[in-house]
């Protein structure tokens, strides 16, 4: 069996919610031992209290973006918990955090403030703002950021309201951006032995994704606007169309495909009308085209336009999510996992998208809070039964939960 790839890597990860979590998850996947540091006041990560399925300071939620990583639970405020953090930094590859912008500074998670323990640390922050600016010290969250880098004006019905995207989208893009840039700054401190900040937002991540449309317009006199059934801005037909039964979108982003297209709806003769002809043609003439192929698509059910597209024209079905889960490619692809959970029982996920050699195929379930502390201080630490006791007692890695996240 082949060794996990990040084998070896540890990463101390203050951080809670979506988006950071689901980051360090993904390395968690690929084997690094990421040890998750939990508030003990605030009864650690908030995302163990999220409904609707939740039991004893753990749920659903909080398993979907946690598994196989350990709990410690270490107050950063308490010069004892601080302590343990440094020790824990001596050790550790790099420190990863998804708080506020302002906070690192304050939280000394930055690499002026760990530098001088261990040169190699890699801190890398992921806020909804960054760290500079006049929003650093405002709390950002995807449904904000969908508003701000204007994804909600180009999403939905053009005579609807401004929609936001189905899932939390750029939380996830920013965990992704944030484990680049971490791992970044990984080669670099493996090459010169020192580390170094690294700062991500999920602002800055939504507006890096607007890509071609924020190229369109800087440099020409372009406002994109929504499109009707989830059209293309400028490629026609590449859209949802009504079929007997549901909907099925296609994709014509070569001229191949839509000759492939007119042939397969029995309309070849559509492919060299001159209105048509080609990818201008067809966008300034959109309305008369669309015309021709919307009746024609409800004509015919979604899977009898499937067997007749698949292959030739990029189509798919327009799924509910539970038909995505039962898709054969996404079986085939082995993208839902079984993770054996002491109170849920066997709780299905969806797996890593990073398919490689080692990746762990049935990952340990997301810890209890403060499940490691003790193993943690013991085994990485060489820390005394005595020296943990005393930790507890001072209040460093504290004892119940002294409140919830909602109060």
């Not at 008369?288 to 899977?303: C, K, M």
């Not at 024209?313 to 002491?342: F, K, S, W, Y």
């Amino acid at each position: 069996m082949s060794r996990p790839p990040l084998e070896g890597l540890r990463v101390l990860a203050v951080s809670q919610f979506g988006a950071g979590p689901f980051g360090t998850q993904v390395l968690a996947d690929l084997g690094a031992d990421v040890i998750k540091i939990e508030d003990p006041a605030a009864g650690g990560d908030v995302a163990r209290y999220v409904p609707p399925w939740e039991i004893e300071r753990d749920s659903l939620y909080f398993q979907s973006f946690n598994r196989g990583k350990k709990s410690v639970t270490l107050d950063l405020r308490h010069p004892d918990g601080r302590a343990v953090f440094h020790d824990l930094v001596r050790v550790s590859h790099a420190v990863y955090n998804n708080v506020r912008g302002d906070l690192p500074v304050k939280l000394g998670l930055t690499y002026d403030a760990l530098g001088a323990i261990n040169p190699a640390i890699v801190c890398c922050s992921l806020s909804g703002f960054g760290s500079t600016g006049p929003r650093a010290a405002e709390p950002g969250y995807d449904y904000l950021i969908q508003g701000h880098a204007g994804w909600m004006s180009i999403t939905g019905e053009p005579d609807g309201p401004p929609g936001k995207c189905g899932v939390s989208v750029i939380d996830f893009a920013g965990g992704y951006a944030s484990m680049l840039g971490l791992m970044v700054g990984l080669w670099d401190a493996q090459r010169t032995g020192v580390g170094r900040d690294v700062d991500v937002s999920l602002l800055d991540t939504a507006v890096s994704m607007l890509s071609y449309f924020a190229t369109w317009a800087l440099n020409r006199d372009w406002e994109p606007q929504r499109v009707a059934d989830s059209g293309h801005q400028t490629l026609v037909p590449s859209q949802n169309f009504r079929t007997r039964d549901g909907w099925i979108v296609v994709f014509c982003a070569k001229e191949k495909f839509w000759a492939n297209l007119a042939d397969a709806a029995g309309l070849g003769h559509l492919a060299t009308d001159p209105r048509f002809a080609t990818f201008a043609d067809r966008l300034a003439n959109k309305e008369t085209l669309l015309a021709i192929l919307t009746p024609r698509f409800l004509e015919r059910t979604t899977a009898q336009w499937l067997a007749r597209l698949r292959g030739r024209v990029p189509c798919a079905p327009v799924n509910t999510v539970r038909q995505a889960l039962e898709d054969e490619q996404v079986r085939a692809r082995g993208m839902i996992v079984e993770i054996e959970h002491p109170v849920y029982g066997t709780v299905r996920q969806v797996a890593s998208p990073i398919k490689t050699a080692g990746g762990l195929a049935r990952p340990a379930p997301a810890p209890q809070l403060g499940e490691h502390t003790e193993g943690v201080l013991r085994d990485i630490l060489s820390y005394s039964s005595a020296k943990i006791a005393a930790l507890r007692a001072s209040g460093a890695l504290g004892g119940a939960p002294q409140s919830s996240p909602e109060d």
